[in-house]
């Protein structure tokens, strides 16, 4: 790939190092769950911006999703649309969430689902199903890691060793300094692969194919059916509200709202990250949609933005884009690792009466737990894990029904949110393992936006049939103890102790 593999190395090696330093210089010391979990809620809204951008973008973009816009053509943009979907959908969550999270001290997107629903069953049943479903994901973006520095130093350094090196790296500060670190970290990364990388970028698309328009034109001349949907609709579509419903139902996006000093904080990223989110996709995707048309374009598509970058700019381009894509799988690797060690240091490992110190510490020692486990299985390279990776949002989107409508609507219910749960994560695991002949009749929709419906639907019949929980009336009367900066408002219609003992 490259003819000066010491070159990338040293480039790599020097970042690494880079964001070593950053994350040490601006460490502080965990003693307090509040502290490892969120941050000590806290962050400011540019930490909180880069959080949502560096644990949303994974490494996988640079290598699956530009085959698949080789191979696909503009259908693999559905990510930058969901993607600002996703945002839009948290600007109406955010207020809710966040307040919630501070009166009722709540840590975790499970910690949210026991708070409304008051089931530990429920609560474990949601555990499981996220926990899974993220974990695929943390070992893919762990051999992405590996995948990035094999190709970019021409197998030099052996994906194994890429991928237990830099893992390694990210779960030790993720396991040390908790929400802190990963924020830190992600703001790093986040400038590099968002801000520099977006750059990079089109400098390499103007010196590859001229420049966008040249491109399209390229394209339109030579595969006109790249540019068009059609005989996908359906599919593209699934894609599409998948990722949106599905944005904020991984816990380490939705743990990202109790980190901020207040929901305004979490909403100014709405109108910071979409632009990023345009700049990013496009810069990327953008690179290799013409793929197929320039000479000696490798037939692993997935190698494809690594040898643009080297062949038609240069070494240098060829680290920074390796650059690019391990910061991205960084930022996703510690934000997961570190979501779903607090979810079971706290669900599964903690008992209700656990000093808070020792809760901490479990959720310390489930990070960690879930990171070496992860290594120890990405180091294995098992085939066509990214393509369960993806079909994972099948189920994730499972989870939407009883966290969006539990956030925004009173009436729901223990009865609707489990039964509904369990039917969509059924109807999704038919189509998984039937395949989509299964659901030839939902012209083009996917099993999992089946299972949604079916989900939907029956939240919806036991909230009219059931009505709301009692403790429900204390979680919306507590919205008015905070304002949108977060500060405490004096003579809100309850005092915030009382309506924790209320609701809990």
């Known amino acids: 790939m490259t003819t000066n593999a010491p070159l990338v190395i040293g480039i790599i090696a020097a970042f690494l190092i880079g964001n070593a330093l950053v994350i040490r210089k601006f460490h502080v010391s965990q003693d307090s769950v509040e502290q490892y979990a969120v941050g000590g809620r806290n962050l400011g ?18 290598t699956g999703w530009v085959a698949n816009a080789a191979d696909l053509g503009i259908f693999a943009l559905y990510l930058g649309i969901y993607s600002i979907g996703g945002m839009i959908t948290m600007y109406f969550m955010a207020t809710n969430v966040w307040i919630w999270g501070k009166v009722y001290n709540l840590t ?21 199903v996220v926990v899974v479903v993220n974990f695929f994901w943390l070992i893919v973006e762990m051999i992405t890691i590996g995948y990035c520095f094999q190709v970019a130093t021409n197998s030099v350094i052996d994906f194994r060793i890429g991928t237990v090196i830099a893992s390694a790296f990210v779960i030790a500060y993720s396991y040390l300094g908790g929400a802190r670190a990963t924020a830190i970290g992600n703001l790093v990364q986040g400038i590099a692969f968002a801000v520099v990388g977006t750059i990079v970028f089109f400098i390499i698309i103007w010196k590859t194919y001229g420049g966008p328009t040249p491109l399209f034109e390229m394209i339109q001349a030579n595969m006109p059916e790249h540019l068009s949907l059609k005989g996908h609709e359906g599919l593209w579509m699934s894609s599409v509200l998948t990722g949106i419903l599905g ?12 980190m901020s000093k207040g929901p305004s904080d979490s909403k100014k990223a709405v109108f910071v990250a979409p632009f990023l989110v345009v700049l990013v996709t496009c810069g990327i995707l953008w690179s290799g949609l013409g ?19 080297n062949a038609y700019v240069g070494p240098v381009a060829l680290a920074l884009v390796a650059i690019f894509a391990i910061s991205a799988s960084m930022s996703t690797i510690s934000a997961v690792s570190h979501s779903i060690g607090v ?5 599964f490992i903690s008992k209700t009466d656990t000093a808070p110190l020792r809760k901490m510490k479990n959720q310390q020692v489930a990070t960690l737990t879930v990171g070496v486990v992860a290594i120890i299985i990405a180091t294995l390279n098992f085939p066509n894990l990214n393509n369960v990776a993806l079909a994972m949002y099948e189920f994730i989107i499972q989870a939407f029904v009883p966290l969006f409508m539990g956030i925004i609507w009173k009436r729901g219910n223990i009865y609707g949110a489990f039964v509904g749960m369990i039917a969509g994560v059924v109807v999704a695991l038919v189509g998984f393992f039937a ?19 079916v989900n939907f639907a029956i939240y919806l019949a036991f909230a009219f049939a059931k009505g709301e929980q009692s403790h429900v009336r204390g979680m919306w009367a507590s919205l008015s103890v905070y304002d949108e900066d977060g500060e405490y408002v004096a003579g809100g219609k309850e005092d915030k102790e009382a309506i924790a003992k209320y609701s809990m």
């Not at 809204?45 to 640079?62: E, M, T």
């Not at 975790?108 to 530990?120: G, V």
């Not at 979810?343 to 669900?347: D, K, R, S």
């Not at 395949?435 to 419906?453: D, R």
Request: with cysteine; aromatic share 22%.
């Open 45 to 62: 809204w540019i930490l909180v911006c880069f959080s949502y951008v560096g644990a949303w973008y994974v490494g996988a973009i640079y």
């Open 108 to 128: 975790s997107i499970t910690d949210f689902i026991r708070l409304r629903y008051q089931n530990r069953v429920f609560s474990k049943f949601f555990s499981v």
């Open 247 to 258: 944005a904020y139902c991984w816990p380490q996006i939705f743990n990202r709202m109790f």
């Open 291 to 309: 793929g197929n048309l320039l000479p000696g374009f490798p037939a692993d598509h997935q190698q494809g933005l690594f040898w643009i970058a």
């Open 343 to 347: 979810m079971l240091g706290t669900e």
């Open 435 to 453: 395949g989509s002949a299964a659901f030839t009749w939902a012209g083009g929709f996917s099993a999992g936006c089946v299972g949604l419906l």
